[in-house]
């Protein structure tokens, strides 16, 4: 006779729908001092260019996302997982799932702006390939901190760095020489 262990269903990651705005708002208020009302969860999303995404695990929302499209990058504008799933990959899987987003012919990079006192944050933006790219002192309304802004560039693929290029073989100077000729 075999046991069968229950497992949790596997974390699902999907877009938000209005449903999910009350455990969506919950995780909000156990993350943050300084949170998003429902209205501006709302008002972002009825924005063309806003998206919103949860993690779920065994019918229950875990953690969310928050964040626009832009030409040539991804801007993440909120985003949290709940107290009691951190340190499980949710949050790591969820921006995984942005950085596959990415394509060398389009959108190459998401940034997002991080609190320079949540240094959890900073830490777990590092870990996944982020670099702080700049400060921005008194960004916040509430307070007069500093955010640092960080980015994930896709990198090029490796294959171009190990294609052959036929090179020109005329020296740079012979093309000054030419015009100060």
Same mark, same amino acid.
């Not at 156990?30 to 924005?47: G, H, P, Y």
């Not at 060398?104 to 830490?123: C, H």
């Not at 916040?140 to 990198?155: F, N």
């Given at each position: 006779?075999?046991?069968?262990?229950?497992?949790?269903?596997?974390?699902?990651? #999907?877009?938000?729908?209005? #449903?999910?705005?009350?455990?969506?708002?919950? @995780? !909000?208020?156990?993350?943050? +001092?300084?949170?998003?009302?429902?209205?501006d969860? %709302?008002?972002? %999303?009825?924005?063309?260019?806003? @998206?919103?995404?949860?993690? !779920?695990?065994?019918?229950?929302i875990? /953690?969310?996302?928050?964040?626009?499209?832009? &030409?040539?990058?991804?801007?993440?504008?909120?985003?949290?997982?709940?107290?009691?799933y951190? #340190?499980?990959?949710? /949050?790591?899987?969820?921006?995984?799932?942005? @950085?596959?987003k %990415?394509?060398?012919?389009?959108?190459?990079?998401?940034?997002t !702006?991080?609190?320079?006192?949540?240094?959890?944050?900073q830490?777990?933006? &590092?870990?996944? /390939?982020?670099?702080?790219?700049?400060?921005?002192r008194?960004?916040?309304?509430?307070?007069?901190?500093?955010?640092?802004?960080?980015?994930? %560039?896709?990198?090029?693929?490796?294959? +171009? +760095?190990?294609?052959? &290029?036929?090179?020109? #073989? @005329?020296?740079?100077?012979?093309?000054?020489?030419?015009?100060?000729?």
């Amino acid at each position: 006779m075999s046991l069968k262990i229950h497992q949790p269903d596997q974390l699902q990651i #999907r877009w938000l729908i209005r #449903r999910d705005m009350e455990e969506v708002l919950a @995780i !909000e208020q156990a993350s943050f +001092e300084f949170q998003w009302t429902e209205e501006d969860f %709302l008002c972002c %999303l009825r924005q063309r260019n806003c @998206i919103g995404m949860v993690a !779920e695990q065994d019918g229950k929302i875990v /953690g969310f996302m928050i964040y626009e499209l832009h &030409k040539s990058r991804l801007h993440i504008l909120n985003f949290a997982v709940s107290p009691n799933y951190r #340190r499980q990959q949710i /949050g790591q899987r969820m921006i995984q799932r942005l @950085i596959d987003k %990415l394509s060398q012919q389009r959108r190459r990079e998401i940034v997002t !702006e991080v609190r320079e006192s949540n240094l959890s944050a900073q830490l777990f933006f &590092k870990s996944l /390939g982020f670099l702080a790219i700049t400060i921005v002192r008194g960004r916040y309304e509430d307070t007069e901190e500093a955010a640092y802004i960080m980015s994930y %560039l896709l990198i090029e693929e490796s294959a +171009e +760095e190990t294609t052959f &290029k036929p090179t020109n #073989r @005329i020296s740079s100077y012979d093309l000054y020489d030419r015009d100060a000729a």
